[in-house]
């Protein structure tokens, strides 16, 4: 983060030429990660997207709440309520599943 008279310039990985290359980027914290994520669209191959997916055009303006529940080794449910929905149904829903043959886990042996 840059100071530039009274204005902030803050860096954002998302903006051109910011993105981290993820292997010198590692993250103590997070227990790895796996660069390939991305294998279509316009990220396929990437770290980062360059630029947003025609899926994505639509923004929610609305409040709630998000839950992940993870369900296994490989499977995680995101799951999106929005505060003004009645019968406490899901406004966006996704599972995030990880690829073990791309993505591989490395057990520590104390």
């Given amino acids: 983060m840059e100071v530039t008279g009274r204005r902030w310039l803050l860096l954002h990985a998302d903006e051109p030429g910011n993105c981290p290359e993820p292997s010198t980027t590692p993250d103590d914290y997070m ?8 294998t279509s669209g316009p990220a396929a191959g990437k770290f980062c997207w360059d630029q947003q997916p ?13 839950i992940l529940e993870v369900k296994n080794e490989t499977h995680a449910l995101w799951i999106w309520h929005r505060n003004q929905d009645l019968y406490s149904t899901a406004g966006d829903m996704i599972y995030i599943v990880r690829q073990p043959e791309r993505c591989l886990v490395e057990s520590e042996v104390p």
């Fill in 31 to 38: 227990g790895g990660f796996c660069a390939f994520n991305f």
């Fill in 54 to 66: 025609d899926y994505s055009a639509f923004r929610e303006s609305s409040f709630g709440h998000g």
